[in-house]
């Protein structure tokens, strides 16, 4: 049966075998004439008006010749919906881009505010990273040539369960550039990182709040998700060696932290002097020295130095060392036998460390935190050990970033860079480091665990314990042993008890004796 109305409703045809809902398909005029499909949900006691839609995202013609294409449309809509209704879900669909807002907004709500990982929260840091990368998923929705040229306005539960399988070469096709080493980007770990972000949204919004089945979920492509042994290798820590470490102290006392440089704003040397050769050094800090912006200036190149002799004492996370309070340092307990004149006790919070665990570590500053006493503007026991100068609260990424930088050049280990991949001058303070390595605040802990390690210091086990992280995370991340170094075939000897001149023993056995026994038998 066909009737025609006047106004919003066009074209009004009642739907057989779907008399329950009162359902009937129409032209609605101020949706362009686009089909639509009108029912009621007698269980919910709602109305609904619904865009009636391909899979493809056409829509049926919009005139009477789109009736045929309406009417299948409109049914099956309708039954899907009653099914959805019996089943107890929600009969309103929800789009792709929608998904994605309330999952980025419900995401939001796990922030820690200690901005430490804890019980099924996230940092700050993770969810800007988190709601960056959920938006790649927007575009290869969108994308015609390497994604899937749809609409990010398609609703969820018509997503083909196997979309995600073109994501990989997406991702890699749309970036089309390397890193400094040659390896394609982005990396195989952030698009599986990626990948498993997407399914999540799908679970925490799409299924939970009941706009789909477990059953209709995003499957995880069975290609390009497995990050190899060799491809995780450059994700290693890099460490200093003993030169470097020296260089940067020996720099960092003498020049950075005094305000002192060879290199002007720009990077650029300041030349050499006539009679002895040696670079010329001018000051750095602002204006004449005397203003609150000069002294606080000054102040933070003086706490970024004894920051980095922390990081090297005791092997504490960056995170960590960013968040420590004057309450966080104690005397040292006498059951360790050393005098306080030396030593401190450093106790971190599980509320501040990644691991959730609380952990309380000796530590030879005694002379730093004394030092850090008399700079800082702000010594209260709930004050930020390296806190702003100015307003008391936590240091921008921006000092400490820069504040490395400024060391590693100042040291001759690295060289100001002043352009980005696409040739555009940088904004900020950049390097590339000579050695090639990837440094970074967290190379002090590395060259810590290292250097532990492969001197008489701790055995992996201690360092695990010291610096609260597992042993298989200290073999994969930072523990380099170099097996034919003579301090390793040193110990390998020790094993045997015997000497490198005297290889007359096995074990302990005299190797001549153990092959008379032989003989005998």
């Known amino acids: 049966m066909e009737l025609k109305v006047n106004g919003r409703v066009q074209n009004k045809h009642f739907l057989r075998g779907c008399e329950e809902g009162n359902a009937y398909i129409f032209r609605d005029k101020t949706r362009n004439d686009k089909w639509c499909l009108y029912f009621i949900n007698k269980k919910t006691k709602s109305r609904h008006w619904i865009t009636l839609l391909e899979t493809d995202g056409r829509y049926p013609s919009q005139t009477m010749d789109g009736l045929n294409d309406a009417e299948r449309l409109g049914t099956k809509t309708f039954f899907e919906l009653k099914n959805k209704t019996d089943r107890g879900e929600k009969t309103k669909t929800l789009s792709i881009r929608k998904m994605v807002e309330k999952y980025i907004k419900e995401e939001k709500t796990r922030i820690n505010p200690q901005n430490n990982p804890e019980d099924g929260t996230i940092t700050e840091g993770t969810w800007r990273r988190m709601s960056y990368e959920i938006n790649h998923y927007l575009e290869f929705i969108k994308d015609k040539e390497w994604g899937l040229g749809r609409s990010d306005n398609s609703a969820i539960h018509l997503m083909d369960i196997n979309h995600l399988d073109t994501y990989f070469n997406y991702r890699r096709r749309t970036i089309n550039k390397c890193d400094r080493h040659g390896k394609p980007l982005p990396r195989k770990s952030t698009i599986v990182r990626e990948i498993h972000n997407i399914i999540r949204a799908y679970k925490e919004i799409g299924v939970r709040q009941r706009y789909i089945n477990r059953n209709q979920l995003p499957l995880k492509p069975t290609e ?289 004796e153990s092959i008379r026994e032989l003989s005998r038998v």
């Open 224 to 512: 390009n998700m497995k990050v190899s042994t060799k491809e995780t290798q450059d994700t290693r820590r890099s460490m200093f060696e003993r030169e470097e470490i020296s260089a940067l102290l020996k720099v960092g006392e003498k020049y950075y932290q005094h305000g002192i440089s060879k290199f002007d704003h720009n990077g650029d040397l300041y030349g050499f002097d006539i009679l002895d050769g040696k670079p010329i050094l001018k000051s750095v800090i602002f204006g004449d020295g005397t203003s609150n912006r000069a002294k606080h200036q000054i102040k933070h190149r003086k706490m970024v130095y004894l920051a980095m002799r922390i990081a090297l004492e005791t092997g504490l996370r960056f995170g960590v060392i960013k968040q420590l309070k004057w309450s966080n340092i104690v005397e040292i307990t006498e059951r360790s036998k050393r005098s306080s004149e030396f030593y401190k006790q450093v106790k971190v919070p599980s509320q501040i460390n990644k691991t959730g665990a609380y952990l309380e570590i000796p530590a030879r500053i005694t002379e730093i935190y004394d030092e850090l006493k008399k700079i800082s503007n702000y010594t209260k026991p709930d004050d930020l050990i390296f806190g702003n100068q100015k307003t008391g609260k936590q240091w921008s990424e921006r000092i400490w970033t820069e504040g490395l930088v400024d060391l590693m050049i100042e040291s001759d280990l690295a060289d100001r860079r002043k352009f980005n991949e696409d040739g555009e001058p940088l904004t900020t303070k950049a390097m590339d480091v000579r050695s090639g390595k990837k440094i970074t605040w967290y190379s002090f802990r590395h060259s810590f665990i290292t250097f532990n390690l492969n001197s008489d210091g701790m055995d992996i086990h201690e360092v695990s314990e010291f610096c609260d992280t597992s042993i298989e995370y200290i073999k994969k991340h930072y523990y380099h042993p170099d097996l034919l170094s003579p301090e390793i075939l040193d110990k390998l000897d020790k094993c045997h008890d015997r000497s490198v001149k005297k290889r007359s023993k096995l074990f302990g056995f005299a190797i001549d």
